[in-house]
């Protein structure tokens, strides 16, 4: 008894896995876009400034973390933008001070996320709603009590969380840190256990998933929940840097979130992608910004340079996977 | 309390539901709207009037033209984050190309409106030829012609609106008001476009399943493109409407508009992912969030709570799409006469 | 010798309102004006909405070694730290309209001139002081719409024949404005005056569209609204009211005063400066002939600018270098130099999250300055 | 074997009843499986057999009913207690998740860990173990996505068998299988082992060959449990479908068969396809016969405009083609028109109605200036699902929510309805009953009658022998031989299918 040989098919060998990679072409772009900020301004190639860098990155590739879960999912989150206006303006309105405060408002933050993340899980794990309306009419939700709590900018940030978070030791930000660490851990989580794999199960066939004895509502409900634990965290990071609430706060974070996610390579069909790629894209588009600045492209058009990039970046990911997979087929 | 164990089944009961999902939310919307607007006066007593209807009429029809390129897009399984951009710039080009000049208006709008068609069709060339994901690419061409307008008009929009978009938004027609006899009409046309030609049969083929589609010999690149196109050209109707109700343009005009376009569809019960929904399901569901907004304005709470209901009000419709609430009822209900059997 | 070039950045948010296009053109314009036009390099940046953008722009510029960054802030306190970070390393940093509470910043700002409480008086003078009415905000959960709206209550809830109706926001826009004041009057279609936020010529064309009487309206400076009170089919219908609030001339201003800091003509600490608050009640509206501004004219001819146009660019005392070509286009008026400033400068009051931080407000914060109360509550 | 019937029953249901919404799929269903039992379920497309299934899995809630397994009641609430109380299956729809490995998906829900953290090595070494203890070389790194229809089937077997379940059940396990022996060997060491198994097959000689006992579905309702040795084939069939069968035996060459060609190709090739040469006349069925994964797959779709031409000749009608895409094919002269194997992700529009799939074609005639006429639709769209005996009433529903038959009737039809007269069907019978089957051989036969011409594949020979005028064996994606009616024997072919033209006895028409 032996089954039928089997004909071999292409796309095995690794070089392909590793350009079809969405995370390693972000890198690559990332690489070539440093590269001509560089030329622009040569004080780029500093420490400090990477840093610095990094650290502008830091609540954009968090929400954007958070986003990837999701997306994985096969579904969009909006919730993000209310969850962190609301973590904006909770920080602001009860700071808590020194490490031990810092702390508990950390974990006050993701709790925020978490809850709010389990509302929208609920919505659309349990009742099978649309994610992108569940999660719509959550974020207004939230823009509301975010106005309840603070209704203009204002109040100051703990000094601990603001200094500590964002300041550079020895040319090394902690709160780099502390990204790399959540990035680190929301990895793990995506990769190596059976929760990951389902949240990728899922978003490629449902169906299948669930007939695979995947429990879907309950592995779904827990990417929202996971998902709003890191928007709450870049809401904590984000007003680390600002040190002050903003009840409109999580608005700027929406589209760019999904940018981001698209740039790593995250397919916003789900199933396919990482949050690796997600850091990188976020970082993409902070470094935009400023090789723009450093160019000297004039105001009016920075808008324009940075669609047509975002673009060109995705055609470009694009161009060399499917080269490198051609090249593959001789 | 005994239960009846065995019904005799009828013979056949493999019939198509009489109406589908998608009728009864829509129809479920409609009586929502209907019902706020007729409890309206609860709130304040001059509302539930017909000056309310039509004003609610009146705001709402920018986004029904704009909804319903919305909603094509969204039908072929992409979205279209360019529209708040595109509406813009028709606003700016009719303003700035126009003007309160009547001689022009009809040379000139319909290059007006083809420009932004071509935008649109940037767009579908962008997601169908080259394959970028819908998402970025109207979203890059979105930034893109933003950028260019502000550019272009350096931050200044001159220009005021040409009588007849003047005359469109504010004038009568037979007696009736020529914005709501020209909704209606486009309501109409559109409908027909998406539901009742071949053109709209294709989207929803090339929706419903791409590769499928493409073995049925669906052209998928000439669709994809109009139906983007399709899309800019309504995004700029609607901004030259906006400029016929507001005597001017600015260069953000089109930016409250995004999000609404996209949740008419979607709280009308259309899929996200494609391939199903119904014009008439966005109409209601535009309906009813512009007569949630009006009402919610006139109930004189705080911002914040305002926005929170309004949040609410958007989950409990779509609660009720889902079938929860009428599930609950239906439990609660059998209980009742649980216990009273 | 050669002159030294001041390196001169230009921060703004969205440059999506006329507003925020005559400030930056404003300042464009006095840059090219001699003498500034061989000594200063000016470098325009737009951050939309964003304060993160602004914060990555502002080190951008600090690490370019600005000497000065006249900005239109975003937020009036997410900036702080990174404006610190600028001062400490030398550059001056002039805020204009809007303002932060770093300390180490300059604002120039009207908002302490108290647009809110103003404005509210009149309207309350032009009802008699009883009477419905709407209240248009700005954008929700900004401090500058806060303030006004503060203000104006501070006023309002002082009379109580007067009874706000309905409370919305226009977004500082006037489209929005318009759209919403449409909804409230399908509500209160009694309503008898309306204190509107920047906007107002969309409130007003709200109020013109559905037919019928108008009624007092108070706003800011966009000259469809000013327009209006030259209408005579509007006064005779009962439109009247006060133009007020936000000049974009502040940032012309702002410019000047920095300018002279850098090049060592003053010598001034960082401070709040007040701006004063424009102010043109209907019966003073006075239509320009053209392009000039001159004769105290504060009305531009409808072909010439759009509705939303803030009239307010000049002042011939702070700011006579400026046309209206000029705060259009950003070119300099031909012929003109850079006219000194007067020595004198009006200094702000505290306003607690507005332009200090951990400050104590002043007892009458809300005292009238320019508006006087003609009937008593 | 006999005995099994008395031993206490493994799996005991009675009064089982499931609607979907207005669907009746399940109506008081009945039915016992003794341990050690192979049981077969049988009935149409759309008799409910996959509901039954997954009532008994858990992944639906069944309306009423009582079920009780090995004495115990048994009332599963998810896939998962169904596994842990011993009832595995295996399903008609696959279901591997496509993105993950081959071995990723052998051990879901629950990875083998390392660590406490999943562990890739572990499973692809596990999972490799497993494949060659089962004579596969199936590269369980490789995703899903990335195997043939046939390899997936195997792994969704393997994966299912490998659990050694109390209860085993097996939703249509050889619609994609060429040589399903070893799975036979697998189902007979399982009963023996005191395994229970549930078969279920539209493959009524397969069914004789593994099973004792069956039990027919009809609309919803069962029939009580028939000895298959003592049924004949026209009982069973009578019980499935309410009428006897009308089967013909070989068919008679076409009448209007005419020695026009109507396609001709010419050392073709393409992606696994390595020179293929043949003609296609005018009223010929020509079949193809093949293992799998002999190239057939790529030749179907190269005709189709799927798959990129690299080098010969593709001639419609006296005209070189050439084709990008597949509308390119169905615009070619007279038009090609495919039906590929793939119905759910390449056939059906699954949130369409079944009208608007079939009409969908022939729009452009059935409107004036773009709006389509809705009379003129509904009446096309009738009078092309009577030709293929589709239930009117089935017309507007949703077609994705029809069961797989009547979706494959609904794409012949639209196949028919683009008014090409070269038909490509691969494989168009997987997965069907025996009377949609021969709804559709005739739809085929008289199409080709009409002087179509088709060109078609399917993996059951016998079924290939009875419906075509000619047959190609490929063999390593080369027609290795071209075999007239009369040549057709079961044996020869299946020499020539594993390539030992050698061991085929009579001559053979193979070409050069
Ligand atoms: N086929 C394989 N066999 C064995 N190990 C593998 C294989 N493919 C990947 N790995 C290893 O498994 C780990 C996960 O790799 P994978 O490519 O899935 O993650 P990634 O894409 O880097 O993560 P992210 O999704 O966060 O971007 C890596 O350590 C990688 O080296
Ligand atoms: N999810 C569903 N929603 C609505 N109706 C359904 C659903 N699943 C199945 N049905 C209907 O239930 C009936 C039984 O379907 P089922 O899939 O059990 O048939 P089957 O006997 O397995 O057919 P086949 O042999 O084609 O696989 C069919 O009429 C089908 O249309
Ligand atoms: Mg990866
Ligand atoms: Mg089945």
């Known amino acids: ?330 | ?341 | 010798a050669p002159q030294k070039k001041y390196k001169i950045y230009l921060s703004l948010s969205y440059s999506g309102n006329n507003w925020m296009s005559e400030t930056a053109n404003i300042i464009k314009a006095l840059a090219k004006t001699p003498p500034y036009d061989k000594m200063v390099e000016l470098k325009e940046v737009i951050s939309g909405t964003d304060p993160q953008a602004q914060i990555a722009a502002y080190e951008s510029m600090i690490d370019a070694k600005a000497d000065g960054v006249i900005s239109f802030p975003i937020s009036p306190t997410a900036l702080n730290r990174v404006v610190k970070r600028g001062c400490d390393r030398g550059v001056k940093f002039f805020m204009y309209d809007s303002t932060v509470t770093e300390r180490c910043a300059y604002n120039v700002s009207y908002i302490s001139a108290g647009f809110g409480e103003n404005t509210a008086q009149e309207l309350v003078n032009s009802l008699g002081g009883k009477g419905k009415i709407f209240m248009v905000r700005g954008v929700p959960g900004t401090s500058v719409d806060k303030r006004h709206y503060e203000g104006a209550m501070h006023i309002f809830s002082k009379y109580p024949g007067i009874k706000v109706v309905s409370e919305y926001y226009g977004y500082w826009d006037d489209r929005i404005a318009q759209q919403e004041t449409a909804k409230a009057l399908a509500a209160h279609p009694d309503v008898d005056g309306i204190w509107s936020e920047l906007g107002e010529a969309g409130t007003l064309n709200a109020v013109v569209d559905r037919g019928g009487k108008l009624m007092p309206i108070v706003g800011e400076n966009m000259n469809g609204f000013r327009q209006g009170f030259l209408n005579e089919d509007y006064k005779a219908r009962g439109l009247k009211g006060v133009s007020s609030g936000s000049p974009p001339a502040t940032a012309g201003y702002a410019f000047k005063l920095m300018m002279e800091i850098l090049t060592g003509k003053r010598d001034l600490e960082p401070v709040n400066i007040e701006y004063p608050l424009p102010w043109a009640r209907s019966d003073e509206m006075k239509p320009c002939q053209g392009e000039a501004i001159a004769d105290g004219c504060n009305v531009f001819d409808a072909k010439l600018v759009p509705q939303g146009f803030s009239t307010v660019i000049y002042d011939p005392a702070l700011l006579p270098e400026i046309n209206l070509q000029s705060a259009l286009t950003g070119e300099p008026v031909p012929g003109m130099t850079i006219q000194p400033l007067p020595k004198e400068i009006v200094k702000a009051a505290n306003e607690p999250g507005i332009n200090c931080n951990r400050c104590d407000p002043p007892a009458d914060l809300y005292k009238l300055t320019t508006a006087t109360a003609t009937v008593q509550p | ?512």
């Open chain 2, 1 to 341: 309390m005994t239960v009846e164990a065995t019904l005799e089944a009828p013979t056949d009961t493999r019939r198509a539901a009489r109406f589908s999902g998608e009728a009864l939310t829509a129809m479920g919307l409609f009586a929502l709207s209907a019902g706020m607007v007729a409890a309206s006066p609860l709130i304040s007593p001059a509302l539930g009037s017909w000056s309310q209807i039509y004003t609610i009429l009146l705001l709402v029809s920018f986004l029904l033209v704009i909804s319903f390129g919305q909603g094509l897009v969204i039908l072929t399984g992409g979205l279209d984050l360019s529209v708040g951009s595109v509406m813009m710039l028709g606003g700016v080009l009719t303003t700035t190309w126009i003007g309160g000049d009547s001689a022009t208006f009809w040379g000139v709008m319909p290059v007006v409106l083809a420009f932004g068609a071509g935008i649109g069709a940037l767009n579908g060339i962008g997601v169908a030829m080259v394959g970028i994901p819908p998402f970025i690419m109207t979203m890059g061409v979105g930034i893109v012609t933003a950028s260019l307008a502000l550019g272009y008009t350096g931050g200044t929009t001159l220009g005021a609106a040409p009588p007849p978009l003047l005359l469109l938004m504010k004038g009568d027609i037979l007696g009736a008001p020529s914005v709501i006899v020209f909704v209606l009409l486009f309501c109409l046309v559109a409908w027909t476009l998406q539901s009742r030609t071949t053109f709209g049969r294709k989207v929803y083929a090339i929706g419903s399943s791409r590769r499928a589609a493409r073995i049925a010999g669906v052209p998928i690149v000439s669709t994809t493109i109009l139906v983007y196109a399709t899309s800019g050209l309504c995004a700029t109707l609607s901004g030259a409407m906006l400029v016929g109700y507001s005597n001017g343009a600015t260069l953000r005009m089109g930016d409250p508009y995004l999000l609404p376009s996209i949740a008419a569809v979607v709280v009308g019960g259309s899929s996200i992912l494609g391939g199903s929904g119904n014009f008439v399901n966005t109409i209601c569901g535009a309906l009813f969030l512009a007569t949630l907004e009006s009402l919610i304005a006139a109930s004189g709470l705080g911002q914040g709570w305002r926005t929170i209901l309004s949040g609410l009000i958007i989950v409990g419709a779509l609660l009720v799409q889902s079938g929860w609430i009428s599930g609950v009822f239906a439990s609660v209900a059998r209980r009742v006469r649980g216990a009273g059997g």
């Open chain 1, 1 to 330: 008894m032996s089954l039928v040989p089997n004909e071999s098919l292409p796309g095995t060998r690794p070089s392909r896995a590793l350009f079809a990679n969405g995370a390693l072409m972000a890198g690559v772009f990332y690489v070539v876009l440093y590269g001509v900020y560089a030329a622009y301004d040569p004080g780029a190639l500093s420490l400090a400034t990477f840093t610095d860098l990094m650290n502008n990155a830091a609540p954009l590739a968090l929400a954007a973390a958070g986003q990837t879960i999701v997306v994985l999912t096969r579904g969009f989150d909006l919730s993000l933008a209310g969850t962190i206006s609301i973590v904006s303006v909770f920080m602001a309105v009860f700071p808590m001070e020194d490490a031990g405060g810092g702390a508990a408002s950390f974990a006050a933050c993701l709790a925020i996320g978490g809850a709010i993340g389990a509302v929208s899980g609920l919505l659309v794990a349990f009742r099978g709603i649309q994610s992108i309306a569940a999660t719509l009419g959550v974020m207004i939700v939230c823009q509301g009590i975010a106005l309840l709590i603070l209704n203009a900018p204002g109040g100051a940030v703990a000094e601990w969380v603001s200094y500590e978070m964002t300041d550079v030791v020895f040319g090394f930000a902690p709160a780099s840190g502390l990204v790399v660490l959540a990035f680190a851990l929301a990895w793990l989580l995506l990769r190596k256990t059976d929760l990951g794999l389902s949240l990728y199960a899922i978003g490629a066939d449902e169906g299948a998933a669930g007939l695979s004895g995947v429990p879907v509502a309950r592995r779904r409900f827990w990417a929202y929940v996971l998902a709003g634990a890191c928007y709450g965290a870049a809401g904590f990071m984000l007003s680390a840097q600002t040190a002050t609430g903003d009840p409109n706060a999580g608005m700027p974070f929406l589209l760019l979130s999904f940018a981001s996610v698209a740039l790593g390579g995250t397919s916003l069909t789900g199933g396919q992608g990482g949050v690796v790629g997600s850091l990188i894209g976020a970082c993409v588009l902070m470094l935009m910004q400023k090789v723009l600045f450093a160019a000297g492209v004039s105001s009016f058009y920075i808008g324009a340079s940075q669609g047509a990039l975002l673009i060109l970046a995705i055609l470009f990911g694009r161009l060399v996977s499917r080269a490198a997979s051609s090249g593959d087929a001789k």
């Open chain 4, 1 to 512: 074997m006999d005995a099994s019937s008395e031993r206490q029953p493994m799996l005991a249901i009675s009064g089982l009843s499931k609607a979907y919404g207005s669907t009746v799929a399940l109506e008081h269903v009945s039915i016992e499986i003794g341990t050690g039992e192979v049981h077969a379920l049988l009935g149409e497309n759309g008799a409910g057999k996959s509901t039954f299934v997954k009532s008994l899995t858990g992944v639906v809630r069944p309306d009423s009913g009582v079920m009780t397994l090995a004495g115990a009641v048994y009332a599963p609430r998810s896939i998962l207690e169904a596994r842990s109380r011993g009832v595995v299956a295996a399903f008609q729809e696959l279901s591997l998740v496509p993105n993950l490995s081959v071995a990723q998906n052998f051990f879901l829900p629950r990875s083998l860990k390392h660590w406490g953290l999943n562990s890739r090595l572990r499973m692809e070494e596990k999972a490799a173990e497993i494949l060659r203890r089962w004579g596969g070389d199936i590269p369980v790194r490789q995703t899903i996505e990335r195997l043939t229809l046939a390899q997936r089937q195997q792994i969704e077997l393997i994966r299912a068998l490998e659990r050694r379940p109390d209860l085993l059940i097996l939703d249509e396990p050889t619609a994609a299988l060429t040589d399903p022996g070893w799975l036979f060997e697998a189902i007979a060491e399982r009963a023996s082992a005191g395994g229970a198994i549930l078969y279920i097959s539209h493959r009524l000689a397969e069914i004789r060959q593994v099973a004792q006992r069956a039990t027919v579905l009809r609309n919803g309702r069962s029939s009580g449990a028939l000895r298959l040795a003592e049924a004949s084939d026209q009982d069973i069939f009578l019980a499935m479908v309410g009428r006897s069968s009308a089967r013909s035996g070989r068919p008679t060459p076409s009448a209007r068969r005419s020695d026009a060609c109507r396609l001709v190709v010419n050392d073709l090739r393409a992606r696994n396809v390595d020179g293929v040469s043949f003609e296609l006349r005018e009223g010929e069925v020509l079949g193809v016969a093949a293992l799998e994964g002999q190239g057939q797959r790529e030749l179907f779709r190269a005709l189709a405009g799927e798959e990129k031409q690299t080098a010969g000749q593709i001639v419609v009608e006296d005209r070189l083609q050439s084709f990008s895409c597949p509308r390119d094919a169905l615009k070619a002269p007279g038009g090609i028109a495919f039906v590929p194997e793939e119905r759910k992700t390449e056939g059906i529009f699954a949130s369409l109605p079944v009208a608007s799939n079939i009409t969908l074609p022939r729009l452009s005639k059935l409107s004036v200036a773009g709006v389509i006429s809705p009379t003129r639709e509904r009446k096309a769209a009738r009078d092309a699902a009577a030709k293929l005996d589709l239930g009117q009433r089935y017309l507007p529903f949703r077609i994705g929510a029809l069961s797989g038959g009547n979706q494959q009737k609904a794409i012949i039809a639209r196949a028919l309805m683009t008014g090409a007269k070269t038909l490509l069907l691969f494989d168009p019978s997987r997965g069907i009953d025996v009377g949609t089957k021969e709804t559709i051989y005739a739809a085929i036969r008289s199409f080709a009658d009409r002087g179509g011409s088709v060109l078609v594949y399917s993996s059951e020979i016998p079924e290939l022998i009875s419906l075509v005028d000619r047959c190609l064996v490929l063999y390593r994606s080369r027609v290795v031989a071209s075999l007239a009616n009369a040549e057709m024997e079961e044996d020869t072919m299946m020499a020539l299918l594993t390539g030992n033209p050698a061991s085929a006895s009579g001559e053979i028409g193979a070409q050069s």
